[in-house]
């Protein structure tokens, strides 16, 4: 009796210091607070049912709270694994929709970090800076080469490279004194993304 009575003045401490909201991040103590209550719970009511019209006060006020303890406990699990199930639905659903190509329409989201860092294997022999930046965007993506210069825009080169796609850019671009940029968010009169990669002149030469 006095075993049970110690623990379920623990637990009620517990819960007096912690709100039920903390105990949502600990699963494993609310199972046990949930099993603790329950064993309580059958040994005052066992005890109580031996001492009959002797039972006190003090053993009804402690079963009550009991009993109390052990809701909140089981609230505390059932939201927890509420939450948990809402979580785990959210991502299956997120994933499926990712890997599910739009057969009607180009992709709708377009990720920087992948277009950048995606790694590119282009060999070309006496192309133009127009076909080399072709070459190194991915399919759907537009160039437009904004140089004034016609000495530039003739040149030939040879070029091949296996690293990522900005840093294969950066090198190429750099090197004949012009500079690039993306834009991602350019739209059709549909919605559909129309990338765009603009090679232009360097102003600060």
């Not at 059958?42 to 002797?54: C, D, F, N, Q, R």
Request: negative net charge; hydrophobic residues 40%.
């Amino acid at each position: 009796m006095s075993i049970m009575t110690n623990s379920l003045e623990c637990i009620s401490a517990s819960f007096n210091r912690r709100p039920i909201e903390e105990m949502l991040h600990h699963p494993v103590k609310t199972w046990m607070c949930a099993l603790v209550c329950t064993l309580a719970m059958m040994s005052l009511e066992g005890t109580a049912g031996e001492l009959g019209g002797e039972k006190t006060n003090a053993m009804e006020e402690e079963l009550a709270q009991a009993k109390l303890i052990l809701v909140r406990a089981q609230d505390a699990a059932d939201h927890l694994l509420y939450m948990a199930q809402q979580e785990a639905s959210q991502i299956k659903n997120e994933s499926n929709t990712d890997s599910i190509p739009d057969q009607n329409s180009k992709t709708k989201t377009i990720s920087p970090l992948i277009v950048k860092n995606e790694v590119v294997a282009v060999e070309l022999q006496s192309a133009t800076i127009e076909e080399i930046t072709n070459a190194l965007m991915p399919i759907g993506w537009r160039v437009m080469v904004d140089v004034t210069d016609q000495r530039i825009l003739a040149r030939r080169f040879q070029f091949v490279t296996t690293k990522p796609r900005d840093q294969a850019l950066a090198m190429f671009v750099k090197t004949v004194g012009l500079n690039y940029q993306y834009f991602f968010d350019l739209l059709d009169e549909k919605g559909d993304p129309v990338p765009l990669l603009v090679i232009s002149e360097d102003m600060t030469r």
